[in-house]
């Protein structure tokens, strides 16, 4: 019970600072209209009708799963910082397991992660992205899986980093590359053979190709936008999380332990 209710405090922690951080609320409601509703219309604009599909769906499936993804694994990597400051100086003091603190950060991020999806999804029924609602049910669960494959990603990355200074330089250098190599903003159906290796070991291609395999169900340019089949997907996200999560707890506990 202990450690159930210091899961839930470092999870509502998390939440509660999201709500009251009104510059990262505001940020979250410009993000998705700056990526999907300029970069895909332009996009759509000028390049939509030669690519043969429709650009405002496939940067929208590729901000949803970026928002989810990078959000919950920069959240994560916080903990770095959390460890010298405030109420987190004393919860790493604590009798607490600190794989209850990992796992309640991966809640608590998760959560924040799909609160900043929302804007996202509202602006892609705005700009009438086809979303029918058997298919918004079934984003829901996909969205969540995003979360817990990012959040599990930041622990990873996490577990091998001392100092917030290093996660700042670090962090941007591992998730950058993935923008492009998970195919947010540009098709990567077709790749130069020396990129393909690279694109299959990127963690954020699958949450993103998992949404337009989605998304795109049953449409005739699911072939030209989709990767692999939403179980492949679905399969892959697990394995990586569960790798992620293992390695990278045990890594950063015993990191602690050693302090």
Do not use: H
């Amino acid at each position: 019970m202990k450690e159930l209710n210091a899961i839930l405090t470092v999870a509502s922690r998390d939440v509660t600072k999201l709500l009251r951080d009104r510059t990262r609320l505001v940020f979250t409601l410009v993000f998705p209209f700056i990526f999907v509703g300029l970069m895909g219309g332009t996009l759509q604009s000028n390049l939509g009708r030669a690519a043969g599909f429709n650009f405002i769906g496939f940067i929208f499936t590729g901000v949803l799963g970026m928002t989810l993804f990078q959000s919950a694994a920069q959240g994560i990597i916080s903990l770095i910082d959390d460890r010298e400051n405030d109420f987190s100086q004393e919860m790493f003091v604590s009798p607490i397991s600190r794989y209850s603190i990992v796992f309640g950060k991966v809640l608590g991020e998760s959560g924040v992660s799909l609160f900043q999806a929302v804007p996202t999804f509202l602006l892609a029924f705005a700009l009438r992205v086809p979303i029918t609602l058997p298919v918004f049910l079934a984003l829901i669960p996909a969205s969540v899986f995003a979360c817990f494959l990012g959040a599990g990603f930041g622990v990873a990355v996490m577990s091998v980093i001392n100092s917030q200074r290093a996660a700042q330089q670090i962090f941007p250098f591992v998730l950058f590359p993935q923008f492009f190599l998970a195919g947010i903003f540009n098709p990567i159906k077709v790749l130069p053979w020396y990129l393909v290796p690279f694109s299959l070991v990127s963690p954020l291609r699958y949450p993103v190709d998992l949404f337009r395999g989605l998304l795109y169900a049953g449409r005739p340019e699911y072939s030209r936008v989709v990767l692999l089949d939403p179980l492949t997907n679905l399969a892959v996200m697990g394995a990586m999380f569960a790798l992620f999560l293992i390695f990278g707890t045990w890594f950063f506990v015993r990191q602690e332990t050693n302090r």
